[in-house]
């Protein structure tokens, strides 16, 4: 009954808790794959499951055209993780829909049509979303809005950036194309760029944002700011929902009820928003993220060619899929990323002891594949 076009791991899970999740025959795997990273914050987090609990016995469906708790809630907590020229925030559910928004801002804003993405982007799998993705596999045959790719971390590419230009959109650190982190004096020099063109700058960090890479957002430990942040994945423990965060002069002039969402803001999504905000605080996440990825690095380093940051890690490898397979055999789930990355998504949670194990299985499937 399940749609025939979606890709499947032949496996049933059943069950999930910190970082691990059991399957239907009982066998526990360490979730290095984490649902394409959205359960970051560990698998069903007693403080999240409690505040989706308690919102569930007061109030489960709200249209944003009418104020609640869970919203304003949702709100002042995230002003404290926000960059605080990014205070306009809109909710969806996705980060396709999320990027939707987006570039829909960014043409209003500016009154343009042109896109500048990069080579290896990925920005999800509706029309527009995918107009800025550059897998061609998820592209062909499709009715697709006009953009350019430049190369990701060639500083020239800020020469493709003019005053036809909307919006320039791109991954800090790039996820499922092959991880790739964005080098300073490129962002700096897009930054400069935008802002001499007039175009709006879009920093897509559905996958490295909210703490992954060691930052809070990653785009801080470059020092630029984006005129439009995107958040989603990760962002409520997993419960679907997705942020556009623009600042002030991106939406000056536009009126009320140019953009509309049934689910977008949803109390429960906020409830479970405001609550992991709350636990990414308290239990410092970033800091987690940097040590634990920092292990997990040195270990895999003495075997594999690695790139990434914080417990956002891609290790070369010559065949990802079967070694994704393999490594789902041996108890550690992971996935791919571009071509020739096995790519490691792990929660904050993960300890020193899933990093030997982890390492220790990885290291076999590659030992194999090299025999
Ligand atoms: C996953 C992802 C998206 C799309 O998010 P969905 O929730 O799957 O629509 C967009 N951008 C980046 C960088 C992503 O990793």
């Not at 469906?61 to 960059?83: N, R, Y």
């Not at 928003?273 to 993220?289: D, G, H, Q, R, T």
């Not at 997990?296 to 397979?325: D, F, H, N, T």
Request: charged residues 25%; glycine residues 10%; contains cysteine.
């Amino acid at each position: 009954m399940f749609m025939r076009f979606q890709a499947h791991r032949g496996l049933k899970l059943v069950r999930g808790e910190g970082q691990y999740v059991w399957d239907s025959e009982g066998r526990r795997y360490l979730d290095a794959h984490t649902g394409h990273g959205a359960a970051f914050l560990g698998h069903r987090p007693r403080k999240v499951v409690d505040a989706i609990k308690e919102q569930l016995d007061k109030l489960m469906v709200a249209s944003t055209t009418f104020s609640t708790d869970a919203m304003e809630d949702c709100l002042s907590s995230l002003g404290k993780i926000l960059p605080s020229k990014l205070n306009n925030v809109y909710f969806q559910n996705s980060g396709a829909e999320a990027v939707e928004l987006a570039l829909k801002l960014a043409f209003k804003a500016t009154g343009r049509r042109g896109l500048l993405s990069f080579r290896n982007g990925f920005h999800g799998r509706t029309l527009g979303a995918l107009s800025v993705t550059w897998n061609s596999e998820y592209r062909e045959g499709l009715p697709l809005l006009r953009a350019e790719f430049g190369e990701f971390n060639d500083i020239s590419s800020a020469d493709l950036i003019n005053d036809e230009t909307a919006a320039v959109i791109l991954e800090p650190v790039q996820g499922e194309g092959g991880i790739e982190p964005s080098r300073r004096d490129f962002l700096v020099e897009l930054r400069r760029a935008c802002d001499e063109a007039g175009a709006v700058l879009i920093f897509d960090e559905v996958q490295c944002g909210f703490g992954r890479t060691g930052a809070t957002w990653a785009h801080q430990s470059r020092g630029v700011e984006p005129d439009i942040l995107i958040a989603g994945k990760s962002i409520a423990s997993g419960f679907p929902i997705s942020l556009v965060a623009a600042r002030d002069w991106v939406i000056e002039g536009l009126r009320a009820g140019f953009h509309g969402s049934t689910h977008g803001g949803n109390p429960l999504a906020c409830a479970a928003l405001k609550a992991s905000i709350e636990l990414f605080i308290e239990e410092n996440v970033p800091e987690a993220a940097r040590k634990m990825g920092k292990s997990l690095a040195s270990m895999i380093s003495e075997y594999a060619e690695l790139k990434g940051e914080g417990l956002m890690l891609g290790v070369r490898v010559k065949q990802p899929g079967r070694a994704i397979r393999s490594l789902q055999a041996l108890g550690v789930l992971a996935l791919k990323a571009g071509e020739d990355m096995v790519r490691l998504l792990p929660p904050y949670c993960i300890t020193e002891e899933d990093c030997s194990f982890l390492s220790g299985r990885l290291r076999r499937v590659l030992s194999e594949q090299s025999s």
